[in-house]
C-alpha cells in the first residue's frame, strides 16, 4: 500500500475510464474507501491516501421521459400479457405510476395498499407514504389476491414471500 502513490493511481484511473467511465468512478471510491480504512487502523500514515486529489469523471444527467405515445405502446403490451402474468404486469405498472424503487414495490403488502395511499415500511429514505394517482389505484384493483398471501406481488415458488427476487 505504501507504494502506491496519486501518479500510480492516476494512470490506473485514466486506462480504466477509456473502458468505462462509470466503473472507473466506482472503482476509485472504493480504493480511496481502503485507504480510509488503512489510516484509521494505523497501517499507513495520515494523509498519504493518493485518492482524494484524483477527479472523478463527470456523470450523465439522464432526463429523457417516456413520451405519450412510448407510454401507449407499453400499456397495449401490458393489456395483452396481463391475462397471462397479472402480478408482474401489475408490478411495472405500479413501478410506471408511482416512480418507487423496484424493491419497494416487489415487498409491498396488501395492508399498505389503502385507498390513495401506498406505505412503504422500508424505503431507501425510511418508512414513507406515497399518494395514489387514479392510474395508480387502478393498477392496484387489477392485480389478483391470493387468499392467505399478504404480498401484493406473491414469489409464485415461495408461498407467502415477496416476489423480490423475481426479474419483472
Known sequence: LDQIDEAVVLKWFTAYT?????GANRALGMLNHMFRKAEAWGVLPP??????????NPRKAFTRFLSEAEL???????????????????AVRVLLYTG?????????RW?????????????????????LAEAAQEAFRRIPRIRGNPYV?????VRNEPMKDIII
Open 100 to 108: 418507487c424503487r423496484k424493491s419497494e414495490i416487489l415487498s409491498l
Open 153 to 157: 406481488f406473491p414469489n409464485p415458488r
Open 18 to 22: 477509456e473502458k468505462a467511465p462509470g
Open 47 to 56: 494523509h498519504s491516501n493518493p485518492c482524494p486529489a484524483i477527479k472523478q
Open 111 to 131: 395492508e399498505d395498499v389503502v385507498g390513495r395511499y401506498m406505505r412503504l415500511r422500508d424505503s431507501k429514505t425510511g418508512e414513507r407514504q406515497v399518494d
Open 72 to 90: 401507449k405502446r407499453i400499456g397495449a403490451v401490458l393489456d395483452k400479457l396481463e391475462a397471462r402474468n397479472p402480478w408482474r404486469v401489475g
